[in-house]
């Protein structure tokens, strides 16, 4: 088969001459507006994930011009996705990076993704929201930073995203001010959910099932959920509400185009200290796409990578970083357990992985000594991932190991999503090695403070308790696990102490946008991608208001910085 | 401390249970079928590594995952071997830690000085025990001949060599029917999700003395 007839979507772009793929047919195709690179687009968005495919979505439907690129494949689940750990770390990240520091993130699996979709791909579609003090924890709750976003107008924002993504949840949520009701209904415990019940029960703590982004009923071509237990690995029968099946249909319905296997190497940026377009590789060569604005949505890692990257004479820094603190700040998220046996059989593997939750020790402040808070869920790792933690994090090897695994029917644990303070040793700077694209890689190193270490212990110490008390034996701790990666171009009120206003605009470049993880001042206790869509939506209608306004660069007479954010901040 | 040197005690828990019986049924979509017999063809023929490092993986292998005698054994070195043939990375490293391959070669070399040094005997040609012990000596970061270079032993032994070994062996059929995994899933999934529920497409558990009536179904699990 000659190279031009191969339909590998990791080999060869399928998104090409006026067509896309159709992720809900098999072998199927959609329309598709094409730009061409000589030609400005209103919008050019590197990424298509959590941030990049939302706000794709948004913008195309309020009429601008948006290509979306994005270094991954673009596929079609139903026809690419095995039931297979091994076949399925295709939609990882996982180009050179170095981890460094006291505490060396792990990279790679659960915390990135390379596809149309990015990592709400394979994520475990827990859809949180924050607490609303968390938007103020500097002058609430006297940790981190504030926001400079109010959380009533989030609260907005994420109705928004739970009914474009049709969350599945509870009837009433314990935790937080009022809430709609979610628009599906919450799927049925596994035996997983029902352990964690069973210990906040006996401590007497609050417990939910957990709002999942998994459909509990059918939604127009996609089925519900089959509890296959198959999430993290990429859901085969697009029951999981992915970017990939859901603002990025939309988004081309309403005439964005998306580039897959279009990695960005460089933003250009001009004498008059406007960017104007993107460096890209596709099919083999390098490509300049032209555009009035970008924005960078390649999550915590790779946006300020090309931020750095694409540094000039003018901006030695790299770009957006007059305060400084592009690639600062990184926060993970903390991901510890606690594992036990159960005499009864289990066999968590069935279900999504997270069907339970409680986030009692993100709302009770008392009985803390430490900042932040934490979420627990029960857990259903699939058979690699639990041998592998074994290995790993319990030092199990040899006849141990076999024998251990044995009885994998019968674990049940418990897993932290755990709020860490953003530090600005913590960070994503460039190494002097180079990947295949020639472009400098980066070099992510990552410390826990005391107060990481106090919430840790908070945490494993409680589930403990938890797990003794639902039954189980044997039990030990997994102490080194990290999950999702924000922070790094946070969102501010004040150029000199964040990269970006409110609206996700880079304070420096006035068409320079980031809306991703990046942009989180704090992280919470809860999983981000709810948020990350929230702010995306918010920065669509932001972006559409300024329009309307004639604030967008090149539509408005006020070129300095000043008098640009004046009147942004105005409204 | 532990012995590592003895045979795995596997308890016959899911008995006459056979994962691949499923492969033609509802539970696996075409992508996963087409995955899997690839797997399933890999031989004992390496492809990236050279005939003498390959004989060495599998020693070191056969010490992190034993197999028991009494089943075809899993190719867990050929399957590592495929890994870096097609040159599939995890998407970090260790300061100082070279990228997969060249981490893995690297790995082996200082591995066979560090027998020829403290044994004067190839590393294959050691007993199960003092394999054992090299190995330990690399979990603990203890070994520091000059083929390590900037590469500390510790990590490569648990990123590179315990990481890739465990994933190899839990990624084959075998394995999965060993410890009782329903396996591919895609299209039918699952329905009854309760404590101590079990659809008729997964392995019934062998209560001890009972192992015959869980024989009878998972005979028939399809």
Request: charged share 25%.
């Amino acid at each position: 088969m000659s190279v031009e007839m191969s339909d590998d979507p990791q080999a060869t772009p399928r998104a090409i001459e006026g067509r896309a793929p159709d992720v809900f047919r098999p072998g199927g195709w959609v329309p598709m507006r094409c730009h061409r690179d000589e030609d400005a687009v209103d919008f050019v968005i590197v990424g298509t994930g959590a941030g990049g495919g939302t706000l794709a979505c948004k913008l195309a439907e309020y009429g601008f011009s948006v290509v979306a690129l994005d270094a991954g494949p673009y596929f079609r689940p139903l026809e690419d996705f095995a039931s297979d750990e091994s076949e399925q770390t295709k939609l990882y990240w996982t180009d050179d990076r170095i981890s460094d520091g006291a505490n060396p993130l792990q990279l790679g699996s659960n915390n990135s993704g390379k596809a149309v979709g990015g990592s709400t791909v394979h994520f475990a579609m827990v859809s949180l929201r924050f607490r609303p003090e968390w938007f103020k924890s500097r002058t609430l709750l006297g940790y981190g930073a504030d926001w400079p976003i109010d959380w009533r107008e989030m609260w907005n924002y994420y109705t928004e995203v739970e009914q474009a993504l049709k969350i599945s949840g509870p009837i009433t949520y314990p935790w937080g001010p009022k809430r709609p009701r979610y628009p599906y209904r919450a799927h049925p415990l596994n035996a997983a959910a029902r352990v964690l019940a069973k210990g906040c029960e006996a401590l007497g703590v609050s417990w939910t099932e957990t709002p999942l982004a998994t459909l509990s009923a059918p939604r127009g071509l996609a089925h519900p959920c089959v509890y296959r237990g198959f999430c993290v690995a990429g859901c085969s029968t697009n029951a999981k509400q992915s970017a990939l099946v859901t603002w990025i249909p939309r988004a081309l319905a309403a005439g964005a185009e998306i580039r897959d296997l279009a990695m960005v190497g460089r933003i250009e940026v001009d004498d008059d200290d406007l960017v104007s377009g993107v460096h890209y590789h596709r099919g083999g060569r390098w490509h300049f796409q032209r555009a009035r604005n970008v924005v960078v949505a390649g999550y915590a890692i790779e946006t300020p990578r090309l931020l750095l990257n694409s540094a000039t004479d003018r901006h030695r820094d790299g770009l957006a970083n007059s305060s400084g603190l592009v690639g600062k700040n990184l926060m993970t998220q903390s991901n510890q357990a606690v594992w036990g046996l159960m005499d009864d059989e289990i066999r968590s593997y069935k279900g999504p992985p997270s069907l339970a939750i409680t986030e009692h020790w993100n709302y009770q402040d008392k009985g803390k000594d430490f900042f932040g808070g934490y979420a627990y869920m029960s857990q259903g790792p699939l058979p690699q991932l639990w041998a592998n933690t074994l290995a790993q994090a319990r030092g199990l090897w040899g006849a141990r190991l076999v024998e251990e695994m044995t009885n994998y029917n019968h674990v049940a644990g418990l897993k932290i999503v755990g709020e860490m303070l953003p530090q600005e040793r913590n960070r994503v700077t460039l190494a002097d090695e180079v990947d295949q694209y020639g472009l400098r890689i980066p070099r992510v190193t990552y410390s826990w403070c005391d107060n990481d270490r106090r919430l840790i212990d908070h945490s494993l110490a409680f589930m403990t308790r938890a797990l003794e008390a639902a039954g189980a034996k044997d039990i030990w701790t997994q102490d080194d696990d990290t999950c999702h990666l924000n922070g790094t171009a946070r969102m501010g009120d004040d150029p000199r102490a964040s990269v970006v206003d409110a609206d996700c605009r880079s304070w420096d470049i006035p068409n320079l946008w980031i809306c991703d993880g990046s942009v989180f001042p704090t992280v919470g206790g809860v999983n981000p991608s709810l948020t990350i869509q929230a702010i995306a939506c918010r920065t669509a209608d932001r972006i559409r208001a300024m329009a309307r306004r004639g604030e967008l660069t090149g539509q408005r007479a006020t070129g300095t910085r000043t008098a640009a954010h004046a009147t942004s901040a105005s409204s | 401390m532990h012995d590592r040197s003895r045979p795995p005690a596997l308890p016959n828990r899911y008995p006459d249970y056979d994962v691949l019986a499923k492969r033609n049924g509802e539970s696996w979509n075409d992508k996963t079928r087409e995955v899997i017999a690839e797997r399933l063809a890999v031989t004992a023929t390496p492809l990236f590594f050279s005939a003498s490092e390959f004989l060495l993986l599998e020693a070191i292998a056969a010490r992190i995952v034993p197999q028991p005698s009494s089943r075809p054994p899993i190719p867990v070195a050929a399957l590592v071997d495929r890994k870096l043939h097609a040159d599939v990375a995890d998407g970090y490293r260790a300061d100082g830690m070279p990228r997969h391959r060249d981490a893995w070669r690297r790995g082996l070399r200082a591995l066979e000085a560090e027998a020829r040094a403290a044994f004067q005997r190839p590393f294959v040609e050691l007993s199960e025990a003092t394999q054992d012990e090299l190995l330990r000596h690399a979990e603990a970061g203890e070994l520091k001949a000059a083929d390590w270079g900037g590469m500390r032993c510790e990590d490569f032994f648990k990123r590179r060599l315990l990481h890739d070994i465990v994933l190899a062996y839990y990624a084959h059929p075998t394995a999965w029917s060993e410890i009782g995994w329903g396996g591919p899933a895609s299209p039918r999934g699952y329905v009854r999700l309760d404590v101590n529920d079990r659809d008729p497409w997964e392995p019934a558990e062998a209560e001890p003395g009972r192992e015959q009536e869980a024989a009878r179904i998972n005979r028939h699990v399809r």
